[in-house]
């Protein structure tokens, strides 16, 4: 594997802190509230050393620098909202890295210049090598990777394209969306995403029932783009509600025993297996 191998005992500490992490801190809350509301007592209540010592190996972990990756394997296309958070927790325990929107928030949004001068005509290659600096190895429908498939599907010959769509078709990527009055539109990626799709520029001035229109168009117009664009073995169009088979048989893997994730709003850290260059399954190279 190009991403190497790190100790037993320092992997299964990461893993440790990673898998559990929610529920610690979920744990100590409880804890607190029983407490507080007098049904036990402050010493049996004390999650203090259970912090302390997530702390300690959640330090070790960090000494561990990120390895760079050397290519993608797996191109994600799309767009966010339509499950790509659950496929994204689904690539990490088939072994896999996945890169997802949150690449363009990382050190206060100084990556995302890079993705607004590619998406204005500018070089894709600051964009690309972002991605792989960061180490990731697969990448998702979720923006800004998922606009940029045909470029990652032609800088990578042998990687296979999972063409991501909403379980509920284009009205239901409508419907996610729209939400909230159009908050599902891709928060603090507007620029971006207006390069792509109209119905999320806001500077054009439709009702609420022609954005729908128009974004239904866009959905329907990419993913009709994508299936023509992409030959027929390097594709699989896919939604999270085909579970694992299709998935694991298109990347010839296992399927796993495990419940697939159904996860949504980018709630990443509901996912049972690790989301993070220092978990295991990277360090090993499982997918690697």
Same mark, same amino acid.
């Given at each position: 594997?190009?991403? #190497?191998?790190?100790? &037993? ?23 607190? !509230?029983? !407490? ?16 302390? %010592? ?16 050397? #290519? ?6 799309? *767009? ?10 689904? @690539? ?12 363009? =928030?990382?050190?206060?949004? %100084? ?12 070089? =894709? ?24 498939? %045909?470029? *990652?599907?032609?800088?990578?010959? !042998? ?13 239901? =990527? ?5 939400? #909230? ?86 709630? &990443? ?13 990277? @360090?090993?190279?499982? !997918? #690697?």
């Amino acid at each position: 594997s190009h991403f #190497g191998s790190r100790s &037993t005992e320092t992997t299964r500490a990461i893993k440790v802190v990673l898998r559990s992490e929610v529920k610690i801190f979920m744990t100590c809350f409880f804890l607190i !509230a029983l !407490a507080l509301s007098g049904l036990a007592n402050a010493e049996e209540c004390n999650c203090t050393s259970l912090l302390q %010592k997530q702390a300690t190996i959640v330090q070790s972990s960090r000494s561990l620098k990120v390895q760079p990756s050397t #290519g993608i394997k797996i191109v994600g296309a799309g *767009f966010g909202r339509s499950g790509s958070t659950s496929v994204e927790c689904a @690539l990490s325990r088939l072994g896999y890295y996945p890169s997802a929107g949150s690449i363009t =928030f990382k050190r206060g949004g %100084k990556f995302l210049p890079a993705w607004l001068d590619w998406a204005r005509g500018g070089s =894709f290659e600051p964009c690309l090598q972002q991605v792989l600096q960061f180490g990731y190895n697969a990448t998702t429908s979720d923006q800004p990777t998922g606009l940029a498939w %045909k470029e *990652f599907m032609d800088r990578f010959p !042998a990687a296979k394209v999972l063409n991501i769509e909403h379980p509920l078709g284009a009205q239901g =990527f409508v419907h996610s969306v729209a939400k #909230g009055d159009w908050r599902g539109c891709f928060t603090g990626q507007h620029e971006l995403m207006s390069y792509f799709m109209d119905c999320c520029n806001f500077r054009l001035n439709f009702t609420d029932s022609k954005r729908r229109e128009v974004c239904a168009n866009d959905y329907l117009r990419t993913h009709e783009k994508i299936k023509r664009t992409v030959p027929a073995h390097r594709l699989l169009t896919y939604t999270a509600s085909d579970g694992w088979e299709p998935l694991a048989n298109f990347l010839g893997l296992p399927v796993p025993d495990d419940d697939f994730p159904h996860l949504s709003g980018g709630h &990443t850290y509901m996912c049972p297996w690790p989301l993070d260059t220092n978990s295991p399954h990277v @360090l090993s190279g499982v !997918a #690697g």
